[in-house]
């Protein structure tokens, strides 16, 4: 039939997400490329300063450095190919690239949400079972908890990636986005989608709300536990700590909450690419902003590493 004849068509799609912003290429190539560079050297600087400082080395900076590798990975899975776009004004991109895209999108995406609920689980360890802390967070069970974020982040890039290429695209190929996003290219698929919408709403509401209400559970244990701390600068430095963390899980589950649990009719392709922008470029850089600048051990050692290279006596 006409429809198979079609489906063999569609070997590359256009991303065309900001294609309607023409006269502004210019200044968003330029923003971009600076909060990307920003990104990259802030989260870069972050795992340098882990895997070299002898007083970053609690399972907090272990898993902190990780979360920074997955902001680098992150980010580069989008903003290259959008700053490629914005100077060439060639938006192409093959079918088996749009799919490695998507997967890796996920992989890093997944992965993160799985971490930053260890992240809670060890800040509630080391604030409310302090006397049992090196033993609930010992070296073996950060790696446990880590491999178990990436092999999750695996599992849900593949499968969802290989079940959307695996349906049929016969239509018009313009991804009204500026990546391969799974619910604008779930839009160009022809014949009944519901069942995969149904899908990713679920697995969406399983990977997000499940550590999404860990984390809760974990930081309400540790408000009550902070509450009971005799001093005053105890209590603001378990605080100020605690807030930080709630402020990237607030953004990164916030906004991915909006954009996967509804069905596709409601894509907006005004408002959701620029909703993806935020947790695509802005969560990223915060984070290392947010983990770093607010953390008085990173600046230390920032400080001692700075030290090291630039000799006192010049």
């Not at 330029?30 to 340098?48: H, K, R």
């Not at 991915?256 to 959701?272: C, E, G, H, N």
């Amino acid at each position: 039939g006409r429809m198979n004849a079609n489906t063999s068509m569609v070997t590359e799609f256009l991303l065309v997400g900001f294609s309607h912003l023409a006269d502004l290429q210019g200044l968003l190539f330029s923003v971009f490329l600076t909060i990307y560079l920003l990104t990259v050297a802030g989260n870069f600087l972050i795992v340098a300063l882990v895997s070299t400082d002898a007083a970053l080395q609690s399972p907090m900076y272990f898993f902190l450095r990780v979360l920074s590798t997955l902001e680098i990975g992150y980010t580069s899975v989008m903003v290259p190919l959008l700053l490629h776009h914005l100077l060439t004004g060639q938006c192409h991109i093959s079918r088996s690239g749009c799919a490695l895209q998507m997967f890796f999108f996920l992989f890093f995406g997944a992965t993160e949400c799985c971490l930053l609920a260890a992240m809670a689980y060890d800040r509630y360890a080391a604030i409310c079972e302090s006397l049992r802390y090196p033993l609930l967070l010992s070296h073996r069970m950060c790696l446990q908890l880590t491999g178990s974020a990436w092999a999750c982040g695996v599992l849900v890039g593949l499968g969802h990636t290989s079940f959307i290429f695996s349906l049929p695209f016969c239509g018009p190929n313009a991804i009204p986005h500026f990546f391969c996003e799974i619910q604008p290219v779930l839009q160009l698929v022809c014949g009944d989608t519901s069942l995969n919408e149904l899908q990713i709403i679920l697995a969406a509401a399983l990977l997000i709300l499940c550590p999404f209400g860990l984390i809760l559970g974990s930081y309400g244990r540790i408000l009550v536990t902070i509450f009971r701390i005799p001093s005053a600068v105890g209590r603001r430095k378990a605080f100020s700590t605690c807030f930080s963390h709630l402020i990237v899980v607030s953004l990164f589950y916030g906004t991915a909450l909006f954009i996967y649990i509804r069905p596709k009719a409601s894509y907006d392709p005004v408002t959701d690419p620029l909703v993806s922008l935020f947790y695509a470029v802005v969560t990223p850089i915060l984070n290392s902003i947010i983990y770093s600048l607010r953390n008085t051990e990173v600046k230390a050692a920032l400080k001692r590493t700075m030290q090291k290279m630039v000799p006192m006596d010049i």
